[in-house]
């Protein structure tokens, strides 16, 4: 039977006011017999979850996730009260998501590599009163200070400082964390609030996205499904929490009873050092981003790996040049790869599987089970358009979110109530996405409503032109900006990094030759009337290239 014909069950499991089975692995912080939901039994010994440095097993990591559980509600974390995580990625930061959840909490996971400043404002923006780290002191008071935090667990070592510097607010530090006896669960109603995942806004104001416990199961059980997830599967994380792929890490894992294999950043900054990882880990099943994925392949020393345990890549997030694509997949040859693709509004909504080496842009294409999609008018969004036009993508899926939170204006700007065919309300979700049907009956992804852009009246989109710069040889990363010319008009650049650091040739002749290439494949209109050369692109803090900033360095 699969997961998504249990998840009614597991909805109403977790809810009942029954005892719980002490031993299982936690699903959104709820103990769920595995037993009931897999075909293979799951031993207590087996190990849940490692990272390199540490390893739990089973037994162990419900019991820590039982203890700092017992410990949060002891200094009164209640049902719906907001707990922000600030950790690094490791088997902590597993231990914590699923901690706040059983003592019912809502997790608020924070990007610890961002300024304390951004810290503050989402801790803020949540109104969570509850921070769990791994940070310093300077970060710990910064974020304390600005934010209404009355309570801190530092999970680590942890110096006086800290505490003297925050004199109204109470410090759980190191192993007090888990000295606390486990508690019983905490039952919350599975439309309650999960996880809000933070995004920047574009009006600089945090934007969260509310998940509910059911919205969150949902996505695991049919995630647990589609990839086929088993207890002998050895998922990859590498996204970070506040990063929405980590969901699939976090919820789909515990639910298919397979263990995590956490990829610390430190790791992540060497290819060769990850691909190492991944070998001696056995991992089985990698999701992240083709950026990320293209690293691997250029600098990860794939050709000394043993990964032929890897039986499924899934990459989203942004486009993947299939030229790219094609080569890492030769070098996986006993992987399966498949492009997935959702907001986080919906977690994913997508998927298409890339059964060779493609030759074109790869789709994002069809719905996966228990999503409905539609594409409909940008001007009319009650109007479905037909197959070869583009239009914005629309999705209702048991995955969406609940809400923005308390942003009932943009909520209601995004979510739209139409009746479904047997009466009642069904929500959908405006995407903001450009798509079109193929005649294969795939979506292909052409960009976002707000990076479509008129350069000299005709419109471009600059997701097409980096998937064009990504093909290139002399590129290793690319990304298309709008900038100025000596007139005021509106014009492409593009901003690079080279393939090799020991191009001999200049900036100016290397930017030539791109744009020689691009001029092949392009619009006149499309072509960047100039190359800017750098080291490093600017990304945002889920690893994806900042648009944004990378326009930033024209003027620098």
């Known amino acids: ?241 506040h990063f929405d792929q980590s969901t699939f890490e976090l919820y789909a894992a515990p639910l298919a009873g397979s263990a995590v294999v956490v990829v610390p950043d430190p790791v992540l900054r060497f290819p060769a050092s990850a691909t190492a990882l991944l070998e001696s880990s056995r991992a089985t099943v990698v999701y992240t981003v083709p950026s990320l994925l293209r690293q691997l392949s250029i600098r990860g020393a794939l050709g000394e790996r043993d990964l032929s345990r890897v039986r499924w890549v899934l990459f989203g997030g942004e486009a993947f040049p299939p030229g790219q694509l094609a080569e890492l997949m030769g070098q996986l040859p006993a992987a399966r790869f498949s492009n997935v693709y959702g907001p986080a509004e919906v977690n994913q909504c997508t998927f298409h599987h890339v059964p060779q080496p493609p030759d074109r842009d790869v789709p994002i294409g069809r719905a996966w089970p228990g999503a409905a999609i539609e594409v409909v008018d940008a001007d009319d969004l009650a109007a479905a358009v037909p197959a070869g036009r583009p239009g914005i993508l629309m999705v209702r899926s048991e995955t969406l979110m609940s809400e923005y939170w308390n942003r009932p204006d943009l909520t209601a700007a995004s979510i739209v109530e139409r009746s479904g065919p047997r009466g009642g309300a069904e929500r959908w979700f405006v995407t903001g996405d450009l798509v079109v049907e193929r005649e294969s009956g795939d979506l292909e992804f052409l960009g976002r409503v707000d990076n479509q852009v008129k350069v000299r009246g005709q419109r471009v989109e600059l997701e097409a032109i980096d998937v064009a710069l990504g093909d290139i040889e002399e590129v290793r990363t690319g990304i298309a900006v709008i900038g100025r010319t000596p007139t005021g008009d509106s014009a492409v650049v593009a901003v690079v990094v080279p393939a090799s650091e020991q191009d001999e040739r200049t900036s100016g002749d290397l930017g030539k030759s791109i744009m020689r290439q691009l001029a092949q494949r392009l619009p006149r209109v499309a072509v960047p009337v100039d190359v800017v050369v750098v080291s490093e692109l600017p990304r945002t803090g889920t690893g994806k290239i900042d648009r944004t900033a990378a326009a930033l360095l024209l003027d620098s």
């Open 1 to 241: 039977m699969s997961y998504g014909a249990h998840l009614g069950y597991v909805c109403q499991f977790v809810s009942l006011s029954e005892p719980v089975p002490e031993f299982a692995p936690t699903v959104l912080g709820q103990l769920v017999d595995a037993a009931r939901l897999t075909s293979g039994s799951l031993e207590p010994a087996d190990e849940a979850i490692a990272d390199g440095t540490r390893s739990l097993s089973w037994a162990s990591y419900v019991d820590q996730v039982a203890r700092l559980a017992g410990s949060l509600v002891a200094i009164g974390v209640k049902p719906g009260d907001r707990v922000a995580v600030r950790l690094a990625k490791s088997v902590d930061s597993f231990v914590a998501v699923h901690a706040i959840l059983r003592a019912g909490g809502v997790m608020v996971p924070l990007d610890p590599a961002s300024p304390s400043e951004l810290s503050a404002a989402v801790v803020q923006d949540a109104a969570a009163e509850v921070l769990i780290t791994d940070a310093k002191a300077p970060v710990i008071a910064a974020i304390a200070e600005a934010a209404p935090v009355r309570s801190v667990v530092v999970l680590g070592n942890i110096g006086s400082d800290v505490a003297a510097s925050l004199p109204s607010v109470r410090i759980l530090a190191g192993p007090e964390a888990f000295e606390t006896p486990p508690g019983r669960l905490v039952h919350v109603d599975d439309s309650a609030p999960a996880y809000i995942i933070y995004t920047s806004g574009s009006t600089g104001r945090p934007k969260g996205i509310v998940h509910s416990h059911r919205s969150a199961l949902a996505y695991a059980a049919t995630a647990a499904d589609v990839y086929g997830l088993h207890r002998r599967d050895r998922l990859a994380n590498i996204a970070g929490l």
